[in-house]
């Protein structure tokens, strides 16, 4: 189906399933434990051996020499695979560094060989018997001291008007740099895959939010068709963008199955989350704001410098900065330096997480300048049409509307202006807000749809449930395009079998995944019609039965004995060039701040959304608390402690890389928008997965600073960075 | 894992023997901290000797008015004892501001006092690190260290001791009691138990090989204001920036202890005698010859700051 002009009314305006605070139909499976994650594959395959990944010990150089002789001979060991002996081997394009390093190493805990033995404490046991000599070599690290030798993007700088002119004659400014650290997705399910070799045909069963991605990259690196490689993967224990690509397991368990003779299983060690798999890489952000005394924003730069692999991409910090507030001159642009670290590459809201965390603060400290309430600010600068292109409007565009609500909600006018000033007992007590922003990307998303003699509809395509809600979205979609109640729709996800979906990420799955059902729920209904010699148009589906006319047919009546399938998915013209499509919110965070210890807690925190239809209520709530979630641990704990002596992150597991628990996460509450969008999508939807996450980390940072007036700049806001500027104690 | 053999115990005392017997032997108890080293393989003992079966799960007082703790209670029983909370309030405090519900499950007492450090170097095998290899080199000096040790530590290391309630059983003048394999006892004040790092910060307590610890004793309760304060970068299951063990008697007199800033829990009798005149006073006698690195210098400024909150809160 092709979609290219807005939609108009569709049997989803309906509203009967769609739309409704569902409880997830996948719960029962993950509250009992019977839905079965990458490792716990038993019983496909009983005989799996195990997998244990030696990574590299260093960060750049190359392997001297390595001995597998008294590994080999270990208990149990059945196959030790290296590049030595892996055979020729490609590279996904979406892989930068190789997932099986050797000779040449390319950052620390590269992938360099695999044991394989009949029992994981064996692997684990021989592996540490596989001698490596390595000959180190000088790497870099350290992206300040990299910066100098940035260089500009693919994407060139975007530039509107006279910037610098405007910037010189603005009569308020400011001229600030920011600092993001590199983060880990720090998912609770370890990377981890089965693989199984029927002849020269493979299936892995791995933990993955991109099927066909995946199918294409392993059949790439291992240089075989892409038609004999199968990938499964329905229930996925987290993924924040880490779950993307291919990474190591899948492709050693791949190469250890073979050697082997038998199925592999690989899961990664935890270490490994950290210095194998990828991260979010920090960013050095400069940001540059003119405006005239009224707070009309005349002049706005905002440049980003990250690093990454030779071959990996930068973050994209400044690209929200185009859209999201007006202002005639403008200089906007990432830059890229060469780094020796582990691979950099997508972590929710790529770019756009850490670039709202820079942009608004900015925003406030440009406020505060100003003399203005942050919120009245924003809405001054806000935009109907894209500010490089006045022709371009939104789609939607709701963001003042978020504003004032939250603001409302929140009881924002008991702010007190003046920073420091609010104290409860030993606590300084601040509020803070910060807009929300992420685009919303079309991508080509299809499905197959069954109604069998029974009426029971049952979908299958290989998009992805991580944790977000698409088995039931997509079910609510399909019961309310074959009118029939949710018990009678059955979802099968992530299967490379299954007709190829949007997958899960940048917060597009959502959307697409159900637009694709609908365009083949729209195929099966017209095959509906013709069997009872309908015409579709005239076709109600509605309690389990087909109307038309004075005929009134059951659905399973319809299907025949041999049921009906179609198949179809949702393909995209130039709605997203001729509009901007993106979601909004707004942010608002209270946060105490203990006077003497500088510990920071978070008190409340609001986000309000306008993000097209949503679909579900409840998990978009899941999705939203979440993400303000991981903003919270964005702007206060979270951090990949850099060596920049021997080119790693030290804290390697979850005990040292911290994230928020429990006791961190206050009162949250989310408000959404009634909107709908027909330029997005039949559906009329939008993602919601991180927008809740863009701005969270900026909207903590103000509110510390109206507790306690320091404003921190660099992420995370640790105690340490304002201790020293707290009052006196006692 | 290295294969390892095991054995479960029948006596404190034949525990100690099968300990002597079997060089590189470990005693296992809640297990909350060598499994997992197990597992990295930084500890890699030969044999296990499983003591949960030798009943040394009891709080009983003592003849001269104090409490014997066995060497398996829980932490969380002994939290919870009521003894506990009445007389000694500061080690129930520093007890459930460690670790999480699961692990103060089964974490015992004796465990507690031996857990390993958290330096990050220590548990990443490709890096030298003194106490898990010996002359190897320490890493975590000129590193990341955030974490680590700003006072008491030595050119060969500067890890920290992670536990909460060692903090609290110094400043109650705790004492160990042990049984070695001839049977034969012997009483460490908690002051001697946990050593400096010094040239063998692989050596870190006072325990000669196959020692079994069977006890803690404290000493009759000494009243007073008793607060534990644990600062950290999130609000629960984080090991401490910097924690403060307090006991305040009215007369503004007391004892003060530090966690997070030393190999051990850290107190100078001495600095003691300024408590009256406060928090920097006291500081500056606590945290004298101090040695921070650039990342974590701010724990210098913490203590005092926290430890001025904590004599505040102990006024109030």
């Known amino acids: 189906m092709k979609f290219d002009i807005p939609a108009t009314t569709n049997p989803i305006d309906r509203l009967t399933v769609v739309g409704k605070p569902t409880d997830r139909i996948d719960g029962p499976l993950k509250t009992t434990g019977t839905a079965t994650y990458a490792y716990e594959w038993h019983d496909v395959a009983p005989n799996a051996a195990y997998g244990w990944v030696i990574g590299s010990a260093i960060a750049k150089g190359r392997i001297?020499?390595?001995?597998?002789?008294?590994?080999?001979?270990?208990?149990?060991?059945?196959?030790?695979?290296?590049?030595?002996?892996?055979?020729?081997?490609?590279?996904?394009?979406?892989?930068?560094?190789?997932?099986?390093?050797?000779?040449?190493?390319?950052?620390?805990?590269?992938?360099?060989?695999?044991?394989?033995?009949?029992?994981?404490?064996?692997?684990?046991?021989?592996?540490?018997?596989?001698?490596?000599?390595?000959?180190?070599?000088?790497?870099?690290?350290?992206?300040?001291?990299?910066?100098?030798?940035?260089?500009?993007?693919?994407?060139?700088?975007?530039?509107?008007?006279?910037?610098?002119?405007?910037?010189?004659?603005?009569?308020?400014?400011?001229?600030?740099?920011?600092?993001?650290?590199?983060?880990?997705?720090?998912?609770?399910?370890?990377?981890?895959?089965?693989?199984?070799?029927?002849?020269?045909?493979?299936?892995?069963?791995?933990?993955?939010?991109?099927?066909?991605?995946t199918v294409t990259d392993l059949s790439e690196t291992l240089k075989m068709p892409k038609e004999k490689v199968r990938v499964i993967s329905p229930f996925i224990g987290g993924g924040f963008g880490g779950k993307l690509f291919l990474r190591a397991d899948a492709l050693l368990a791949a190469l250890g199955a073979r050697a082997a003779g038998r199925p592999v299983k690989v899961g990664l060690q935890r270490p490994l989350m950290i210095n194998n798999t990828t991260h979010r890489p920090a960013t050095i952000q400069r940001i540059r704001i003119g405006a005239t005394r009224d707070g009309t924003i005349t002049a706005i730069a905002h440049e980003s410098w990250s690093g990454n692999l030779p071959g990996g991409a930068e973050e994209t910090a400044t690209d929200q900065t185009r859209l999201l507030y007006a202002g005639p001159n403008r200089l906007i642009g990432n830059r890229i330096a060469t780094l020796d670290l582990p691979e950099g590459n997508a972590l929710r809201a790529p770019g756009e997480a850490p670039?709202?965390?820079?942009?608004?603060?900015?925003?406030?400290?440009?406020?505060?300048?100003?003399?203005?309430?942050?919120?009245?600010?924003?809405?001054?600068?806000?935009?109907?049409?894209?500010?490089?292109?006045?022709?371009?409007?939104f789609s939607q565009r709701q963001l003042v509307q978020c504003l004032r609500i939250g603001a409302e909600r929140f009881g924002w006018s008991k702010r007190n202006p003046q920073p420091g000033q609010v104290r409860d007992g030993r606590w300084l007590v601040g509020l803070g807000m910060a807009a929300a922003f992420r685009n919303n990307l079309l991508t080509k998303s299809a499905a197959r749809v069954r109604l069998d003699r029974n009426g029971m509809v049952t979908v299958e395509t290989d998009m992805t449930d991580i944790g977000t809600g698409s088995y039931t979205i997509i079910a609510q979609t399909a019961a309310e395009m074959m009118g029939v109640g949710l018990d009678k729709v059955a979802v099968r996800l992530g299967d490379s079998s299954f007709p190829v979906s949007a997958g899960s990420g940048g917060q597009w799955g959502a959307n697409n995944s159900t637009a694709g059902v609908y365009a083949a729920c729209v195929k099966l209904r017209e095959a509906v019609a013709q069997r009872l010699g309908v015409n579709s148009a005239d076709a109600r589906f509605a309690d389990g039965q087909v109307v038309a006319g004075n005929r009134r047919v059951p659905l399973a009546e319809a299907a025949g004995a041999d049921g009906l399938s179609a198949e179809d998915g949702i393909e995209y013209g130039d709605l997203d060039k001729k509009y901007q499509q993106s979601t909004f919110g707004a942010h608002y965070v209270e946060a105490a701040v203990d006077s003497a210890t500088g510990e920071i807690r978070v008190r409340r925190m609001l986000a309000v959304c306008a993000a097209g239809r949503i679909l579900n209520p409840k998990s978009a709530r899941s999705q939203v608390i979440g993400a303000m979630t991981m903003g919270v641990g964005a702007a206060l704990m979270e951090e990949l402690a850099i060596d920049k002596r021997a080119g790693f992150f030290v804290n390697h597991d979850l005990a040292g890389y911290e994230v928020p628990v429990h006791a961190d996460i206050p009162h949250q509450e989310v408000i959404f928008l009634d909107e709908t969008d027909p330029i997005s999508s039949p559906m009329k939807a939008k993602g919601v997965g991180e927008l809740g996450l863009c701005g969270v980390g900026a909207a903590v940072a103000n509110a510390v600073h109206n507790a306690t007036g320091v404003r921190v700049r660099e992420y995370p806001i640790t105690l340490d960075k304002i201790l020293d500027r707290l009052p006196a104690v006692g | 894992m290295k294969p390892f053999t095991y054995e479960r115990a029948d006596s404190p005392a034949a525990a100690a023997a099968a300990a002597e017997r079997q060089p590189g032997a470990r005693f296992i108890a809640g297990g909350t901290n060598l499994l997992d080293l197990m597992k990295l393989e930084i500890e890699t003992p030969a044999h296990l000797i499983d003591v949960n079966g030798l009943k040394l799960d009891s709080v009983e007082p003592t003849p001269d008015?104090?409490?014997?703790?066995?060497?398996?209670?829980?932490?969380?029983a002994l939290a919870a004892d009521p003894r506990v909370r009445r007389d000694y309030g500061v080690l129930s405090r520093a007890l459930l501001a460690g670790a999480s519900g699961q692990l103060r499950n089964k974490a015992t007492t004796a465990g507690n006092l031996l857990q390993r450090t958290r330096c990050p170097y220590f548990y990443d095998t490709n890096q030298p690190c003194n106490k898990r290899q010996p002359g190897s080199g320490c890493a975590a000096?000129?590193?990341?260290?955030?974490?680590?040790?700003?006072?008491?530590?030595?050119?060969?290391?500067?890890?920290?001791?992670?536990?909460?309630?060692?903090?609290?059983?110094?400043?109650?003048?705790?004492?160990?009691?042990?049984?070695?394999?001839?049977?034969?006892?012997?009483?460490?004040?908690?002051?001697?138990?946990?050593?400096?790092?010094?040239?063998?910060?692989?050596?870190?307590?006072?325990?000669?090989?196959?020692?079994?610890?069977?006890?803690?004793?404290?000493?009759?309760?000494?009243?007073?204001?008793?607060?534990?304060?644990?600062?950290?970068d999130r609000a629960s299951y984080a090991f401490a920036l910097v924690s403060v063990a307090a006991v305040v008697q009215r007369d503004g007199s007391g004892r003060v202890a530090l966690g997070g800033v030393a190999h051990k829990p850290w107190r100078v009798e001495a600095a003691e005698a300024e408590m009256p005149r406060g928090a920097k006073a006291v500081a500056a006698g606590l945290l004298a010859g101090a040695k921070p690195a650039h990342d974590n210098a701010f724990k210098l400024t913490l203590a005092e700051r926290t430890l001025a909150a904590v004599l505040a809160e102990a006024r109030s």
């Open chain 2, 65 to 76: 008015g104090g409490l014997r703790i066995g060497a398996l209670v829980r932490n969380t």
């Open chain 1, 64 to 213: 001297a020499s390595l001995d597998l002789e008294a590994a080999k001979a270990a208990p149990g060991v059945i196959a030790i695979v290296t590049a030595d002996n892996a055979g020729p081997l490609g590279k996904g394009e979406r892989n930068a560094a190789t997932l099986l390093g050797g000779p040449e190493i390319e950052h620390y805990q590269q992938a360099v060989a695999l044991v394989v033995a009949e029992t994981f404490e064996q692997a684990r046991a021989a592996a540490s018997l596989v001698r490596i000599d390595y000959a180190p070599a000088q790497g870099a690290y350290d992206l300040a001291a990299a910066k100098g030798s940035a260089e500009k993007t693919k994407a060139g700088d975007s530039v509107v008007g006279d910037f610098t002119g405007a910037f010189a004659a603005a009569p308020v400014t400011l001229d600030q740099t920011y600092g993001t650290p590199d983060e880990s997705h720090a998912m609770m399910e370890p990377h981890a895959t089965l693989a199984v070799w029927e002849g020269d045909r493979l299936t892995v069963w791995t933990s993955n939010q991109m099927i066909d991605w």
């Open chain 2, 141 to 232: 000096i000129g590193g990341y260290s955030r974490q680590l040790a700003v006072i008491g530590g030595s050119d060969a290391c500067i890890a920290t001791h992670p536990s909460d309630m060692a903090v609290a059983m110094r400043v109650l003048d705790a004492t160990v009691e042990t049984v070695r394999a001839d049977g034969a006892t012997r009483r460490i004040p908690i002051a001697e138990f946990h050593r400096l790092p010094g040239d063998t910060p692989h050596i870190e307590t006072a325990l000669m090989p196959g020692e079994l610890i069977t006890a803690v004793t404290l000493p009759k309760p000494v009243g007073g204001a008793q607060v534990y304060r644990k600062v950290r």
């Open chain 1, 355 to 393: 670039g709202m965390m820079a942009l608004e603060i900015a925003m406030d400290e440009m406020a505060e300048k100003l003399g203005l309430d942050p919120v009245e600010f924003r809405i001054r600068n806000d935009t109907q049409t894209d500010p490089a292109d006045p022709d371009r409007p």
